[in-house]
């Protein structure tokens, strides 16, 4: 018989935490369909066409390798990933009941990106090196079907925990390296899958040795104690926020406005700006 308290929104509780807090990761293949995955990518495209055009919209993350943070109803999808239930019962059995969306954008990795750096998102908090509890996760969802030579994304399980505490708070020492490289699993995601993972497990995009771009939709969702919203401005209409549903609105940590204002791109990662060659990343690559 099955037992309901180990079951959110029709999915097993103790899976997604074992996930994450093991490996630092989890997926479900197929959560959307491709034409839902080629509209978003059409509203993707355009939001990066305009932000090349503003200064400062899109952030270098390397060479040929941008972020860009969006207004979420400039993407036609934006409630049907927020209300997914498969996103909602991760961040339920993650976060608690009270998480906040703070966070809404996409990585473009053009041809010629590099490899990046060994590296996780931002500094571990103390509720997880201390507390050794996840208080923020990224969800990505890619646009295209990845294959091995576009840069597909490396994660090196279980390193949410690394205490990295004497050097630099986001980059491993280079000696690390080879621990990384040793546990690295590629992710080649298709079109209609989702991904969910903690931000602070050592990861790093790949050279993208190909012709084409791969453009990934990223979710960042806080734990109430979670601190992230301050690298964001995450705005909304007041038209669009009256459309809402309400359990879409309480989860949202956003700006109500009357008029859009252009997102002032506050995550700027110093170390990420050079890219690496592949000699020197502690392994195959």
């Keep these: 018989m099955n037992d309901d308290r180990n079951d959110n929104r029709g999915y097993d509780v103790a899976a997604i935490m074992g996930a994450l807090y093991g490996d630092g990761f989890t997926a479900l293949k197929g959560a959307f369909s491709r034409e839902w995955v080629q509209r978003l990518r059409e509203d993707i495209d355009t939001l990066f066409a305009e932000a090349q055009r503003q200064p400062g919209g899109a952030l270098p993350r390397g060479p040929n390798r941008f972020y860009v943070e969006i207004h979420p109803e400039r993407l036609r999808g934006f409630t049907d990933i927020v209300t997914h239930p498969w996103v909602m019962a991760v961040c339920e059995s993650i976060l608690g009941p009270d998480y906040k969306v703070v966070e809404a954008g996409f990585d473009v990795p053009g041809p010629g990106a590099l490899h990046q750096p060994w590296h996780r998102d931002f500094a571990t ?5 201390v507390g050794r509890r996840l208080n923020s996760l990224a969800f990505n969802i890619t646009t295209v079907d990845v294959t091995e030579d576009m840069g597909p994304f490396e994660i090196a399980p279980g390193t949410q925990w690394d205490d990295l505490a004497g050097g630099h708070h986001m980059f491993p020492a280079q000696e690390l390296w080879p621990r990384y490289a040793a546990r690295a699993q590629r992710k080649l995601a298709q079109m209609g899958d989702i991904s969910a993972r903690s931000a602070l497990t050592i990861h790093r995009g790949t ?3 190909s012709d ?3 453009p990934v939709f990223v979710l960042g969702v ?3 104690d979670g601190t992230n919203a301050d ?3 995450l705005q909304v209409t007041r038209g669009y926020w009256d459309s809402l549903p309400e359990d879409v609105r309480r989860h949202l940590a956003c700006r109500v406005v009357d008029r859009l204002e252009p997102i002032v791109q506050e995550h700027a990662i110093e170390g990420l700006l050079k890219g690496v060659d592949e000699p020197t990343m502690g392994g195959p690559g």
Excluded: V
């Excluded at 908090?125 to 090196?129: D, F, G, Q, V």
């Design 125 to 129: 908090p103390e509720a997880t090196l």
């Design 207 to 209: 050279a993208n040795r």
């Design 212 to 214: 084409k771009s791969r």
């Design 222 to 224: 806080d734990a109430p």
């Design 231 to 233: 690298k964001h401005d």
